[in-house]
C-alpha cells in the first residue's frame, strides 16, 4: 500500500470480500490504518480483537490438543507464505494466539484484515 492508496484503505466494509483479495507488499511512505479504519474492517474479521493502541488484531483459537494446535498452524503458516504476509504465532497446548501487524509500517495495514478473513475461512 502506499500513499495513493489513502483514499481506498476501508472500502472492504463496503461490500468487497476480504478474503478474495491478494496481500500486497507494502511500499516505504505508507501509513498504518487509523484506529476508525481498522474498526471499519474488524466489521468483516469480527472473531478478531483490535489492540487498544489500534497496531495489531488478535484471535485465539482453542483445539483438543497439542497436535490439533500444531496442524493449524502448519496450515496457517502455508497461508501466510502463499500471501507473503507472516503472523506471530504462539502453539501451545490446546491453543494458536495469532497476531497480526504490518511491521514494515509499524501498524495495520488491509493485509492484516485480508489475512484474518483467510485464516477465518480455513480454522
Known amino acids: ?13 463496503n461490500g468487497v470480500d476480504l478474503a478474495a483479495k491478494k ?3 507494502c511500499e516505504g ?3 498504518p490504518l487509523t484506529r476508525d479504519e481498522a474498526e471499519k474492517l474488524l ?3 469480527p472473531a478478531w480483537m483490535l489492540w487498544p493502541d489500534a497496531s495489531t488484531i488478535s484471535r485465539s483459537l482453542k483445539f483438543k490438543n497439542f497436535k490439533d494446535a500444531f496442524a493449524c498452524a502448519t496450515k496457517i503458516a ?5 500471501e ?18 504490518t511491521h514494515a509500517i509499524g ?4 493485509n492484516d484484515f485480508i489475512l484474518a ?6 480454522t
Do not use: Y
Request: glycine residues 10%; proline residues 4%; hydrophobic residues 35%.
Open 23 to 25: 496481500c500486497v507488499p
Open 78 to 82: 502455508a497461508l501466510a507464505e502463499e
Open 107 to 110: 501498524g495495520l495495514s488491509e
Open 43 to 45: 466489521k468483516d474479521t
Open 1 to 13: 500500500m502506499n500513499q495513493s492508496d489513502d483514499a481506498d484503505r476501508g472500502k472492504a466494509s
Open 117 to 122: 478473513a483467510k485464516i477465518d475461512k480455513i
Open 84 to 101: 507473503g504476509h507472516h503472523p506471530d504465532l504462539l502453539i501451545s497446548w490446546g491453543r494458536v494466539e495469532i497476531e497480526l501487524s
Open 29 to 31: 511512505g505508507a501509513f
